[in-house]
């Protein structure tokens, strides 16, 4: 079903991620899985071979390949080595891409450049310990810092994967009322910034998600990422393409378990003969492999799409929605076949299973993924958009406000509001 997808520079992309992770990650992993943390060594090896960020402008020290194939590419890479814990997909296709999209040439100059070369781990903060998929309601405040220089931040944020090894993040911030939200990289040696403790999970063992404080911690205004009020507009034009990444994520590491599981049932035997003998085994393990290839077709069509930038809102939310549903089943049918010795750390579909827990959780639940799906499909009917709020004109889907604002605004119209603009009435899911 594949056949055409990927070309000659993709295979030899593909070729060299392989041969960094057999040369440099896998003789790690053990050592990773002791220490419960990845060392920060590896992100320096992978910008010398230049394997993160390749999408960035040369300039910065990308190579420019802008086709969304090569992050795809990596992760399943990634997923049939079973590592988990390596964030390249959270640094490279999820937060990079917020410097590269609503950088100032200096913030990418300073701080992208050092993403590409592997000196700068990044991670974002949205996530408080009271305010999860609802992104208008967070509570951690940036007021300016007396004098008008800069400003200072104050508050919590929790969940935060890479939070032990990141050097810089990216932070939401409420910088007024209603929707006035700003995005302020943080530097980690910053003072006033502080970690808490390395978070104990039931998977992902290895990646390290954290707490992380903010006591009058100063952000130049040179490090405000567009404008002080523009965060939550930025979060929702970027969340489409973090549900994606999620999405080539899952049903990667759904291919790779059945591979495993296959394999497995091929040499175990019971009853006297190999468990794929059996056609209850085979059944189950042909409808794995067709529910895969077929939700493998519409991430990469969603892939394509979003290369194309006509990737919309409720398709991310589907790929992410059918990927990591699908992968949560897969595993645990997969861990199955593998009986007792399934449930044993040290196999790796035990690992895999963990791991696959969150995929419906992060990035947005399960539930919110229907919700943006639902408002899609144009159920119920709802309010106009309020004349007094300008009109761009521009054709959306139906039963979304605003191309920004979809995940969030309950307006329904036929027209966008402009970017800058929050439509009046929008309120947080």
Same mark, same amino acid.
């Given at each position: 079903?594949?056949?055409?997808?990927?070309?000659?520079?993709?295979?030899?992309?593909?070729?060299?991620?392989?041969?960094?992770?057999?040369?440099?990650?896998?003789?790690?992993?053990?050592?990773?899985?002791?220490?419960?943390?990845?060392?920060?060594?590896?992100?320096?090896?992978a910008g010398e071979q230049n394997l993160l960020c390749p999408w960035a402008d040369p300039a910065y020290g990308g190579l420019g390949l802008t086709d969304l194939r090569y992050e795809q590419i990596m992760i399943e890479e990634l997923a049939n080595a079973a590592e988990s814990g390596l964030a390249v997909p959270l640094h490279s296709g999820v937060v990079a891409p917020y410097l590269a999209a609503f950088g100032t040439e200096d913030q990418k100059t300073r701080h992208l450049?050092?993403?590409?070369?592997?000196?700068?781990?990044?991670?974002?903060?949205?996530?408080?310990?009271?305010?999860?998929?609802?992104?208008?309601?967070?509570?951690?405040?940036?007021?300016?810092?007396?004098?008008?220089?800069?400003?200072?931040?104050?508050?919590?944020?929790?969940?935060?994967?890479?939070?032990?090894?990141?050097?810089?993040?990216?932070?939401?911030?409420?910088?007024?009322?209603?929707?006035?939200?700003?995005?302020?990289l943080v530097a980690t040696h910053a003072p006033g910034f502080t970690r808490g403790r390395k978070l104990d999970k039931l998977g992902l063992r290895t990646s390290d998600t954290a707490e992380l404080f903010f006591d009058d911690v100063h952000v130049p205004a040179a490090d405000v990422l567009g404008g002080p009020d523009q965060g939550f507009a930025l979060l929702m034009r970027q969340f489409a393409l973090e549900r994606l990444v999620v999405a080539m994520g899952?049903?990667?590491?759904?291919?790779?378990?059945?591979?495993?599981?296959?394999?497995?049932?091929? +040499?175990?035997?019971?009853?006297?003969?190999? /468990? *794929?003998?059996? %056609?209850? !085994?085979?059944?189950?393990?042909? @409808?794995?492999? #067709?529910?895969?290839?077929?939700? +493998?077709?519409?991430?990469?069509?969603?892939? /394509? *799409?979003?290369? %194309?930038? !006509?990737?919309?809102?409720?398709? @991310?939310?589907? #790929?992410?929605?059918?990927?990591t549903e699908l992968q949560g089943q897969v595993v645990d049918d997969c861990l199955q076949m593998f009986g007792g010795y399934g449930y044993m750390w040290e196999s790796p579909i035990c690992r895999r299973y963990a791991d696959a827990r969150i995929q419906r959780i992060y990035g947005g639940t399960s539930e919110i993924m229907k919700e943006i799906i639902s408002r899609s499909m144009d159920l119920y009917p709802r309010a106009a958009l309020p004349t007094a709020v300008p009109r761009c004109g521009r054709p959306s889907r139906a039963g979304v406000c605003c191309e920004a604002f979809a995940d969030h605004c309950p307006i329904a119209t036929y027209e966008c509001a402009p970017t800058s603009e929050v439509p009046r009435g929008c309120e947080g899911s």
């Open positions: 079903m594949r056949n055409g997808y990927f070309d000659e520079a993709h295979e030899a992309y593909r070729t060299a991620w392989r041969g960094f992770i057999e040369h440099e990650v896998v003789p790690r992993q053990a050592g990773w899985e002791r220490e419960g943390i990845v060392g920060k060594d590896i992100w320096r090896l450049t050092r993403a590409v070369s592997g000196e700068t781990l990044l991670a974002i903060a949205i996530t408080e310990p009271g305010t999860g998929s609802d992104v208008a309601a967070i509570r951690t405040r940036a007021v300016r810092a007396p004098g008008g220089d800069g400003w200072l931040i104050n508050g919590a944020k929790t969940f935060i994967s890479s939070g032990i090894n990141a050097d810089l993040v990216i932070v939401a911030a409420r910088t007024g009322e209603d929707h006035a939200i700003g995005l302020f899952a049903v990667a590491h759904a291919a790779a378990a059945l591979r495993e599981t296959v394999a497995y049932t091929k +040499q175990r035997s019971a009853f006297g003969r190999p /468990l *794929a003998k059996f %056609q209850d !085994t085979r059944f189950r393990l042909a @409808a794995m492999r #067709a529910q895969i290839t077929s939700a +493998q077709a519409f991430v990469d069509a969603c892939v /394509l *799409a979003h290369n %194309q930038g !006509t990737l919309t809102t409720d398709e @991310a939310a589907e #790929a992410k929605l059918v990927a």
